[in-house]
Each structure stands twice: as C-alpha cells, then as structure tokens.
C-alpha cells in the first residue's frame, strides 16, 4: 500500500526558505504513470496546487508560486522535496504530499495524499 | 485559470436522505478528443487529508461506497449523495484537472 510521509520543520520565520521532504513508500516513484507534487491548505481554508514533478526531473509549478517554488526529486531515496523560499504569514498552511497521477493530455487527479505537515511562518 | 465554483457553502441533511453538491467551472473541461470531462471529487473529514472520491467526473474510485455518484458535463457538475450516513460529514472539493493550474473549489461543508 503506498504511503507519503512529509517531514520538515514546523516554524519558519518570515523571508527565509521552507523546506519539507516527502518520502515515498510501498511502490517506485519511478512509476512512469504519475508526477509526485506538493498541496496545501492554509488554516480552515481550501486547497492550492503548489506543483509536480516527474522521476525524470520534469516539473509543473503553479504559475502564482513559481518564482519562489524548487520542486526535486531523489530516486535512490524514493522522495521528493520542496523549498519555498522569501516565505511570510500568508505561507502558513498544511503542506500536503501527493501522488498526481498522469491522464491523457497532461496530469489528473491527486491520490493518495499523505497525511500533511503544518507549517507555521513566524518570527 | 479556471475557476472552480462550489454551491452551497455548507448544507444539512438528514441521515438517510439526500445531498447534492454543485461544481461549476469557469470553462468547459470536456476534453473533445476523448469526450471526458476533467473533474474529480474529494471528501476531507476533521484532520485528515482529502480522499479521492470520483474522476472522470462519474467514476467512482475502488472502495467509495456506491451512495456516492457523480454527473454534470462542460461547465456544471454534481455530487450526489443518496442516503446520508453518518460518515459522511465532511467537507467536499471538486477539481479540475483540464488545465494547469489545476484548481479546487473552495469547498462544501456537509453536515447531519
């Protein structure tokens, strides 16, 4: 059974770089039928698609984070990273790790997801 | 973008009967070379992560209890509800996934 564990620090002050890792267990994230990406979801809000990578190293970031979003990926670790960096308040969300699965055209749906890390931006 | 448009914001519903939720896209996510709409439905309960539920706009992931359908083509979508069980208390995304960046809906908060 796949499962993504998300990992990284809980606090980050404001302008510096968020770092998580999600590590990836029960299948290859070098499955050629999905990217693997990152979600999150501020505090009692919905949801936001912050991007996707492929084993490749082949990525698709959310237009309205790209300039502060790296997206990479391990495969010898089976596991993904995102950085944010020049992070502020409105950055404070569940960061969740997901597999995003690939349909004709492009990419789909997200599952499964893991379970999310809260990241809390504050000085 | 495409934007994803939810309705209602929340709804009560009794156990056993029905709840329908509306997703409308801001443009169609018929795809017109293989005639699929490009929409999926989620269920997030209290302090968990999303869980698919239905892709294709009508296809009913494994497990998902058959009570849960979903229909609407181009612009319009539903999900359906019928008999309402305790279980399903949760809030539910509709997503598009026709073009990047692929966007949600800010979501409907079901309760009993």
């Known amino acids: 059974q796949l499962q993504l564990q998300e990992s990284g620090p809980g606090l980050v002050k404001p302008s510096e770089t968020l770092s998580l890792t999600c590590i990836v267990s029960?299948?290859?994230?070098?499955?050629?039928?999905?990217?693997w990406g990152w979600i999150r979801q501020p505090p009692g809000k919905g949801l936001e698609s912050i991007g996707s990578?492929?084993?490749?190293?082949?990525?698709y970031y959310n237009p309205s984070l790209k300039s502060r979003v790296i997206i990479s990926v391990d495969t010898s670790k089976n596991q993904i990273s995102l950085k944010l960096r020049s992070v502020t308040a409105a950055d404070t969300a569940v960061y969740f790790c997901?597999?995003?699965?690939?349909?004709?055209?492009?990419?789909?749906?997200?599952?499964?997801w893991g379970q999310g890390t809260l990241v809390t931006v504050s000085s | 973008d495409i934007v994803m448009t939810q309705s209602p914001d929340s709804l009560a519903v009794s156990l056993g009967e029905r709840a329908t939720i509306n997703c409308k896209s801001s443009?169609?996510?018929?795809?017109?070379?293989?005639?699929?709409?490009?929409l999926t439905w989620y269920q997030q309960k209290p302090g968990q992560p999303p869980k698919l539920l239905i892709y294709?706009?009508?296809t009913r992931e494994s497990g998902v209890p058959d009570r849960f359908s979903g229909s609407g083509s181009g612009t319009d979508f539903t999900l359906t509800i019928t008999s309402l069980q305790a279980e399903d208390v949760a809030v539910y995304y509709c997503?598009?996934?026709?073009?990047?960046?692929?966007?949600f809906g800010q979501g409907t908060k079901l309760e009993i």
């Open positions: 997901v597999r995003h699965h690939v349909v004709p055209a492009g990419l789909g749906w997200f599952d499964p």
């Open positions: 029960g299948g290859s994230i070098s499955s050629s039928s999905y990217y």
């Open positions: 294709w706009a009508s």
């Open positions: 997503q598009q996934y026709y073009s990047p960046p692929y966007t």
């Open positions: 990578i492929y084993y490749s190293g082949s990525t």
């Open positions: 443009q169609s996510v018929l795809y017109s070379s293989n005639n699929k709409n490009y």
